[in-house]
């Protein structure tokens, strides 16, 4: 169940890594709704064209756009073609995201480095490559996707929990910074939610996993993507700042 948010229809939206889980779910939702979804991508062009095709057949306008968020001068230069050509972007959800388990003796300096390039440095340059934009957007609406072990730490996961938890920093830091603007800034910190990120695991680990969540269970990608939505909308137009945690319970 898709709640309904009326402001979202024709607001422009880019969702990094939309093309699948909990991005693409975010995206099927604001197209769902009469969004222009601005989804990136780094994979083939024909699934992209398919993506879009899907968002268009449930109610919204799709524009794709193909760059990795570690390439910053890509990225900008896909941004700053949209935004002059086509139109400003007022929703940003920074999404893209990749994780790495493993003990902190193990972690090698790459692997630290490509966790905080797309989770925290990817997330803070497609923010900036987009402010001047927002300067001339109405109601922008910024929404982070960070996770619960940003807040409460996970062993096995230091590098991935650092790059969630400086997420937290900088959202709340712009929310300040930018508040006079109109810019709103607020981050979701999801709990164990099925995606391939989440496959990964073994069915052990999950039922393990499951006993440790009070509603005993993974969460949803539409159910991200319902909260994703109201932090998009005017519906939440007096929250900036905030870090909520959507996780079944886990961290009570
Ligand atoms: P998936 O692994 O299913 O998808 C990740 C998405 O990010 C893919 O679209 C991927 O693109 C994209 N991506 C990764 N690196 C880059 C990059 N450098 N440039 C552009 N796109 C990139 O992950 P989820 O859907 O599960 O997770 C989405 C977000 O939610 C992530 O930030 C994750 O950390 C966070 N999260 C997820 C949880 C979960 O339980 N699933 C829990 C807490 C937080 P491609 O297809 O090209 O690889």
């Known amino acids: 169940m898709i709640a309904k948010y ?24 604001l197209a769902s709704q009469g969004a ?40 900008t ?3 700053d073609e949209f935004t002059k050509n086509v139109a400003p972007i007022s929703g940003l959800v920074n999404n893209a995201g990749i994780s790495k388990d493993t003990l902190l003796l193990r972690l090698k300096p790459d692997e630290i480095s490509s966790i905080i390039d797309t989770n925290l440095k990817g997330s803070m340059m497609v923010t900036q490559a987009l402010s001047r934009n927002f300067l001339r957007a109405e109601n922008v609406s910024i929404v982070h996707m960070s996770s619960i072990v940003g807040v409460m730490g996970n062993a096995s996961q230091a590098a991935y929990a650092a790059s969630k938890a400086g997420l937290i920093g900088f959202s709340k830091s712009i929310a300040k ?27 052990k680990a999950k ?16 159910e991200v993507a319902n909260l994703t939505c109201f932090l998009l909308s005017r519906a939440s137009g007096y929250m900036t700042g905030e870090v909520i945690k ?7």
């Not at 880019?14 to 699948?20: C, E, F, I, N, P």
């Not at 095709?53 to 570690?70: H, N, Y």
């Open 6 to 29: 009326t402001d979202l229809e024709g607001k422009v939206v880019l969702v990094t890594g939309g093309a699948r889980g909990i991005g693409k779910s975010i995206c099927l939702a």
């Open 177 to 203: 910074e930018l508040a006079s603007r109109n810019l709103r800034s607020n981050v979701i910190c999801p709990g164990f939610i099925q995606t391939d990120m989440t496959d990964a695991l073994n069915e």
């Open 77 to 79: 230069k896909a941004l």
């Open 207 to 222: 039922e393990e996993y499951n006993k440790s969540i009070p509603l005993g269970r993974f969460g949803t990608t539409e």
């Open 36 to 75: 222009h979804v601005v989804f990136n991508y780094r994979g083939d062009e024909a699934k992209a064209t398919a993506l879009a095709g899907e968002l268009e057949t449930v109610g919204g306008k799709a524009t794709g756009l193909k760059f990795d968020v570690t390439d910053y001068e890509a990225m």
């Open 246 to 252: 959507i996780d079944g319970g886990l961290y009570i």
